[in-house]
Nanobody, 117 residues
Framework: QVQLVESGGGLVQSGESLKLSCVAS????????MGWYRQYPEKQREWLAN????????NHRDSVKGRFTISRDTAKNRVYLQINNPTPEDTAVYYC??????????WGPGTQVTVSS
């Protein structure tokens, strides 16, 4: 079973960059993609970015391109989300996910990011 744990969230001021981290653990990890979503209160989760297992290909949501950057440490089974120049509109719970080669998706519990104006 796959376990994902996010970290790096918290309270930041507008313009103060932050980097979210997510570590995957479990026996027989077979990663196809890892990525990030975020969720506003009473809204559906919104996909943000993904990265392939080798860390060589990335995709980002158009609205966050240029400010958010996904990266990966393959040796440590970690994925990161760099958030530059955040605004209060980035306040949300951020979730890490992992898609296995078998097509299963696992989620982390989420980390709250709050951006003050």
């Amino acid at each position: 079973q796959v376990q994902l744990v996010e970290s790096g969230g918290g309270l930041v001021q507008s313009g103060e960059s932050l980097k979210l981290s997510c570590v995957a653990s479990g026996s027989g990890l077979s990663i196809r993609f890892m990525g990030w979503y975020r969720q506003y209160p009473e809204k559906q989760r919104e996909w943000l970015a993904n990265i392939n297992s080798a860390g060589t290909a990335t995709n980002h949501r158009d609205s966050v391109k240029g400010r958010f950057t996904i990266s990966r440490d393959t040796a440590k089974n970690r994925v990161y989300l760099q958030i530059n120049n955040p605004t209060p509109e980035d306040t949300a719970v951020y979730y890490c996910y992992l898609d296995s080669v078998m097509g299963d998706r696992s989620w982390g519990p989420g980390t709250q990011v709050t951006v003050s104006s």
